[in-house]
């Protein structure tokens, strides 16, 4: 079983967590899990949907708040000692949130996100991703997402976000729910 260090990088009680896998290797380091006003702007956005893939569970925090609007979560993650950590981390914020529902855990091992999504088993009615350069992915998620679909995506480097949001809402004629903030949300017409 692989380890994961979490660390503090401030005084502040902020947290901080590796990237997926892939950026364990190329760039290590550490980023700053999501606000939780971030999460609940989403959660209000108005989106009920039965089934909901998560790649990547940010702490868990992420998966705590989308059980509000998600009936079923399957969380792609890597690592069982993380996996552990992100459960810890969902079922602590019931009491806060509500009741977390539904969430089936998966570990995928060292493979890659492009690896983990062509081997999802059904299609989602909303995706969430939270990776770098998420244009490379969208391609491979498109097949993995009902007609009328979601994608909630948290592009982590904020150089890139307005080549999502372009090629979202130009080439892949996606409706905007939410283009201004750290999580972009839209909609497969």
Known sequence: MKTMNLKWNTVSPTTRRPYWNMFKTKRPGYSKYRKDG?????????????????????M?????????????????????????????????????YGPIRNVNWQEVEDISIKQVIDTLPKQYDAIKLSAEDITQYVPNMLPKLKNSGYLIIDEVNPLLKHKVVKMLQYELNFTSLRWDSVIIVAKHK
């Not at 609940?40 to 569970?57: D, H, P, W, Y």
């Not at 705590?64 to 459960?87: H, P, R």
């Open 38 to 58: 971030e999460y609940n702007t989403v959660a209000n956005t108005g989106i009920f949907v039965n089934n909901l893939c998560e790649i990547g569970s940010d």
């Open 60 to 96: 868990g925090r992420s998966t705590a708040w989308l059980s509000n609007i998600a009936q079923n979560i399957d969380v792609y993650e890597q690592d069982t000692g993380y996996i552990d950590i992100c459960k810890q981390q969902c079922y602590r914020q019931q009491k806060k």
